[in-house]
């Protein structure tokens, strides 16, 4: 409805943050369509890379505290930068290198002869007047994650089993019934469908939050699960900060090992101690997924849980999906991870 709004008034600039997010996979691509041909000013914030690719015509690349424009779609910007990255990685090699040959020449013959001491200060102003140009910075690559889900331990199967369930919320008509299916260790499902369909409400009833009119579920007796929703920070305390917090589900953590979990996760140094109302919905949800991961689940219901993760995120996620032993069952729009880790 926000989104209806905002483009029939067609504005001379339309802003968007995440437009994607939340939508079904025919209105994302309804969407794209419709932008890709959008005759005024488009500014918007996204980390779907096909989004990007059919819509965006520029990009603005936000990294230390700088404004960085590029021109071209996603895939161009990263190519773009990767060279521009090499070139600039060479460039501070060289000059990294040329200040040292002329430190060693200063501190090796600096106090020699007249004419060595003089070519070491003819070195020490070239360095001087090198400084004062300028240096070329290092190149600052951008820390990778080490999303990681603890190794879950076995179960023999069936480890959650669906038998002819029926659901429909009190004084609505029935949403789905007959379903048949079960979940295994070796499961990776992504769900999919148009929204309202009910996908949300099928991992509720899985998890157990809501019961079926009727049939059966049977989870495993010894059967650990961990669910990323929607709403993911209604799990949180948003009064503590992600450390406190931490300490507090799991005490038999000190607060090293909690500080070191969490950078795994990207939640870093002041955020750390940052009360958590006050962090980004992105810093948020890498808690959540930093908390599920240590609770060794077997099995991970995954809501959106793209929704507020950058790109490097999401392929983090992604690798931890593919090397964790357990069970996932995923919904999404997201074509980028849905590619990395569906098997059915």
């Not at 070239?126 to 240096?135: D, E, F, Q, S, Y």
């Not at 157990?208 to 669910?227: C, F, N, W």
């Amino acid at each position: 409805v926000a989104l209806a709004r905002a483009l029939f008034i067609q504005p001379t600039l339309l802003l968007l943050d995440e437009p994607t997010n939340h939508l079904d996979m025919e209105a994302v691509v309804w969407l794209e369509d419709y932008l890709s041909k959008w005759k005024k000013i488009l500014f918007m914030v996204s980390h779907s890379q096909d989004f990007m690719n059919s819509v965006c015509t520029h990009m603005v690349n936000l990294q230390g505290k700088k404004l960085n424009y590029f021109g071209g779609n996603y895939d161009t910007f990263m190519n773009t930068l990767k060279e521009k990255n090499d070139e600039q990685e060479k460039r501070y090699k060289a000059e990294q290198d040329q200040i040292q040959h002329m430190k060693d020449y200063v501190a090796k013959f600096g106090q020699g002869n007249a004419k060595m001491a003089k070519q070491a200060q003819s070195k020490e102003k070239t360095m001087a007047k090198m400084v004062r140009g300028g240096l070329t910075d290092k190149v600052i690559k951008e820390k990778a994650l080490d999303f990681n889900f603890k190794d879950c331990g076995t179960l023999a199967p069936p480890v959650l089993q669906c038998t002819d369930i029926a659901f429909g919320y009190p004084g609505h008509e029935i949403l789905y019934s007959g379903v048949d299916f079960g979940l295994d260790l070796d499961s990776r499902v992504a769900l999919v469908g148009p929204n309202g369909a009910g996908k949300s409400t099928l991992l509720k009833l899985l998890t157990s939050e809501l019961q079926p009119v009727s049939g059966d579920i049977r989870p495993h007796a010894h059967l650990r699960i961990a669910s990323f929703t929607q709403h993911f920070e209604m799990t949180l305390d948003l009064t503590m900060c992600p450390l406190d917090y931490f300490q507090k589900v799991f005490v038999e953590m000190t607060k090293e090992d909690c500080r070191k979990w969490l950078g795994r996760y990207g939640i870093t140094g002041p955020v750390q101690t940052q009360i958590m109302s006050q962090l980004s919905d992105g810093q948020k949800s890498r808690v959540v997924l930093a908390k599920m991961a240590r609770e060794s689940p077997h099995i991970l219901f995954l809501d959106e849980p793209t929704n507020h993760l950058d790109i490097e995120s999401i392929d983090s996620l992604a690798k931890a999906i593919n090397e964790f032993k357990g069970g996932m069952m995923l919904v999404s729009h997201d074509m980028r991870l849905i590619s990395q880790v569906a098997k059915e």
